[in-house]
């Protein structure tokens, strides 16, 4: 009963600080729609526990319980490599940005040393 207790306020919590982080424009449309539909997952787990163990036999896993992990761990990892694809493409991004500033201030100050003489 805890557990389910818990899993409720925490999927009732994630809600509130999304939307929180939405209002605030700390969090993009994207990644508030992303987990959003893990509350979405989250708040039906609180109230039926065991909702997940008949497709956990169905799969071979010992429990219900056991397959959301599971697929939790799947997920964060999924995640992961999408932020770290996200901030590489950043990278290329900035640095692209900071060798063209590089050129336009070498052809300012090579204009601004000509118009000088």
């Given at each position: 009963?805890?557990?389910?207790?818990?899993?409720?306020?925490?999927?009732?919590?994630l809600f509130?600080?999304?939307?929180?982080?939405?209002?605030?424009?700390?969090?993009?449309?994207?990644?508030?729609?992303?987990?959003?539909?893990?509350?979405?997952?989250?708040?039906?787990?609180?109230?039926?526990?065991?909702?997940?163990?008949?497709?956990?036999?169905?799969?071979?896993?010992?429990?219900?319980?056991?397959?959301?992990?599971?697929l939790g761990?799947?997920?964060?990892?999924?995640?992961?490599?999408?932020?770290?694809?996200?901030?590489?493409?950043?990278?290329?991004?900035?640095?692209?940005?900071?060798?063209?500033?590089?050129?336009?201030?070498?052809?300012?100050?090579?204009?601004?040393?000509?118009?000088?003489?």
């Amino acid at each position: 009963m805890k557990l389910t207790i818990l899993t409720g306020v925490t999927g009732l919590l994630l809600f509130v600080v999304i939307i929180e982080l939405l209002r605030r424009r700390q969090l993009g449309e994207k990644y508030a729609i992303l987990w959003l539909a893990v509350g979405l997952v989250v708040l039906p787990l609180a109230a039926f526990p065991r909702l997940f163990d008949g497709p956990a036999r169905a799969l071979g896993v010992a429990s219900g319980i056991s397959l959301v992990l599971f697929l939790g761990f799947v997920f964060l990892l999924l995640v992961c490599v999408h932020l770290s694809w996200e901030v590489n493409r950043l990278e290329e991004e900035t640095r692209t940005l900071a060798e063209d500033m590089a050129l336009l201030r070498t052809e300012t100050e090579e204009r601004a040393a000509s118009d000088q003489q």
